[in-house]
Structures are given as structure tokens and as C-alpha cells.
């Protein structure tokens, strides 16, 4: 009995031994584990492409009349029509208004007299001057008696001169009577009315109630105005807007100083839609100080119509093409006390940090120099917490930057 008993506690004992050893097995193997991997970091990605990039400069623009006229009245009396609608095409040459003509008429008719007359006795003397050549060659008359007639000739032939012009000058008047269009373009709103006086200076009074005597002197006017009519030309129509000094320096060096053409596109601004297309006419000739900036004028043929004088536009100016360059978007430049830098993901996840070389901006692309190639893919969003070698997850489909 005493040996089963050892026997017994012999095989408890090695059992004990056994599950002890199992237990610290257990526990030290799971000692010796590596930990496990952080989770992998969530992030939008795109791939770089290869492609042609446009520079543009993009500015605030305004439409504005290539030519803007304020007809005036340049002759004074009363406007006894108005020969346009508002708001209507007039051309060139095209009658506007007329002032009464009557007293220019008049004014005409009595210089004309003036100068027959004048001329009657020009003749009378040149014919006086011949007989006195005659019998002073003779001897006849004192030598003193044709040079007098000579004078009188002189005289005469000055009086003459000066009725003509006097003529000139009233056929001139007349003809202002009939105020026309000095360019093509669009009337504005009419800014007097027939009845009206108006002033050779550009005034307008109400025509008196009480008859006057009518005189050459030009009618006073008891109130200023700015005019007949303003005529707009908007065939072709301009549109003027502001560049950096900067920027303004690199169109002089690709125009070749504004001589080879730039084209500019008209937008609107609030539907973005594309108005009409032209080419930088004018640079102005100073930088503005206060601002450092230079105007420029653009033409463009408005052929549609769809641009008006006041009008804001956003304005695009073509600079230069990039041809071929790798793009990334631009939240994917990163900006570090060592320069430029994006966040590269590789095909296991994990990412480098790349330094960048910038070689242009347009809009919301970045033309990259060298750092990225194309087919490689930059974190574009979650960038801020990561390092070299975070293990990230995108969790955005990669779209081509081409595609935006």
C-alpha cells in the first residue's frame, strides 16, 4: 500500500511539474510577441500626371466704350428735333438733331451781301487803277493820284478777303445746325428734348415764353448741362484691367514689348460663362506708385454683343504653355523650414517625404520641376500628422489631376 501511494504522488507530482511548466511557457512566449502595428493612417491621394500646363494671369476687369463721345451742340438757338431713338444704333455721319437754322441762314445772306458788294467796288477800283496807269504813263495825272488808287486797290482786295472769310464762317455755323454722329456706336439716353435752347458750350435752357429779338449772339443758357446724347462704341468694345509689376514685366519679355498679340478671355462673373475673346491692345506708359500695378487695355470685337460699357468681368490672359511638365495638385505641397516637400505613397502603404522643386502655380495645379514623377501617388488631404514611413490608407479613389 505504501508503494501505490508513492507511486500516486510521484504521478501528481510530475503532472503538477508539468502544468507549471505549461503555464510559464505560455506566459513567457506571449512575452516575446512584437507588438502590433499601429492602425493605418486614413488620406486622400491623387497621382501625378504628365501633361501641358497653361499659365494664365486672372484679374478683375471692366468693359468700357472704345469710344465714348458726348455729342454737343455747336451751334446756339433752339433744338427743334431729335433724330434718334434712345438706346438705338446710329452710324457715322448719321443725323442726331437740329438746331434752328433760320438765323444762320439769315447770318449767311447778309455776309454773302456784304460781300458782293464789296466785291463791286473792288472791281470798280481795279478798273479806276487801269485808266490811271494809263494817263500816268502818259503823264497825264500827278504821280500821286495812281499810287493813291493803287492803295485802294490793296484796300479793296482786303475787305474782299475778309467778306469771304466771314462767309466761310457763316456756312460753317449753318452747317452746325445739323448736329451728326461722329462715330458708329450705340445712343445712350436722350439728355434734352426739342424746345430746348441750347449753348454752342454744351448748355441747355427751356425756351423762353415771351418772344425776343433775335440776334447772332449765342443763346444764354440758365443751366449747365453735359449735352445731346452720349454715343458708345461697343463693335469693338474695350476692356481694361490691372496686372502685377511682376507679371507685367515677364508680357513685355513673351510679347516682345505688346508688338505680337496676347490673347484675353472675357468670363462673367457670376456664371463663369465664356463672353468673347480678344488680344491686349494698350499698355499704359507708368506703374501705378499706390498700388504697383500696370493697366492694360484689351480690345475685343463684341461681335454678339454680349459685353456693355460698365460691365465687370473676370479676365484671363494667356502668358506661355508648359509643355509636358508632371502636376500634382497644389494641397499636395507641403511648405517646411527646408523648402517644398509632398508626401509620396509607395505600393506597401508606407510614405516618403519627398523635397519639391515648384516650377509654376496656375489655379489649383502645380507644375512640378523634379521630387515627383508622374504615376506616383501625393497625399493630397491628412498630411499633417504624418511622417516619413507612416503606413497610410487611401480612402479617396485616385483621380487623374487632368480630370479636375
Known sequence: MAIERRKRRLVLGLIACVA???????????????PAPPPAIPVTAEKAVAQNMQIAITALGAAKAWTSDTILAQASGKLISVNFHEGS?????????????????AALLQALGTLHRDQAQLAG???DLARYQRLSQQDSIARQTYEDE????AQDKGTVELDEGQVATARINLSYCRIVSPVSGRAGVRLVDPGNLVSASGSAASTPSTAAVTSNAPATASSSGTGIVVINQIQPIAVTFTVPEGQFEHLVQISNGFRQPLTVQAFAQESGELLDSGVVQIADNNVAPSTGTVE?????????GRLWPGQFVNVKLAEETLPNVTIIPITAVNRGPKGEYAFVVGKDGSTSMRPIVTQAIQGTQAAIKSGVKPGEMVVTDGQMILKAGSHVRVVKPANPTSGQ
Not at 296 to 304: D, I, S, T
Open 296 to 304: 492694360l487695355k484689351a480690345r475685343f470685337a463684341n461681335a454678339a
Open 125 to 127: 477800283a481795279q478798273r
Open 150 to 153: 493803287i492803295a485802294t486797290v
Open 89 to 105: 444704333d446710329v452710324h457715322a455721319g448719321q443725323v442726331l438733331a437740329e438746331v434752328d437754322p433760320a438765323p444762320y441762314r
Open 20 to 34: 507549471v511548466a505549461l503555464v510559464l511557457w505560455v506566459i513567457f512566449h506571449k512575452g516575446a510577441d512584437k
